[in-house]
């Protein structure tokens, strides 16, 4: 292709469809329809790109707010067994003082 840059003023007309077609011929000279069907394909992949990036920021929120509402409801789980460990200790030590008032009134 040198050869043919350096002495291309001298071939004429005959001589630049040749370099057409060779320029063609090897890729080196694309159509409109190959320009636009490139440009298509690279925009469909940029669409695709975009369309996936905003799925995944949009499931990664759905499961962010899964895992805080997890949270909340292990934290309000936790509180209530608290309570209910504390309810459970208070009616056993109600229990054992009514036993021992039974069982000092039966020894009286």
């Not at 001298?10 to 630049?16: F, I």
């Not at 060779?22 to 369309?51: C, F, M, N, P, W």
């Not at 509402?69 to 309570?83: F, T, W, Y």
């Not at 036993?99 to 009134?105: G, L, M, S, V, W």
Request: glycine residues 4%.
């Amino acid at each position: 292709m040198e050869w043919i840059a350096a002495h291309g003023d001298q071939l004429g007309v005959v001589g630049l469809c040749i370099l057409f077609v060779i320029a063609l011929a090897t890729g080196r000279l694309y159509t409109k329809s190959q320009v636009d069907r490139a440009q298509k394909s690279a925009d469909d992949a940029v669409e695709r790109a975009e369309h996936d990036r905003d799925e995944w920021r949009t499931e990664s929120r759905i499961k962010d707010q899964q895992l805080m509402e997890k949270d909340d409801q292990l934290r309000h789980l936790a509180e209530v067994g608290e309570l209910q460990k504390s309810l459970v200790t208070e009616v056993r030590a109600i229990a054992h003082e009514r036993r021992r008032q039974d069982a000092n009134e039966v020894t009286s």
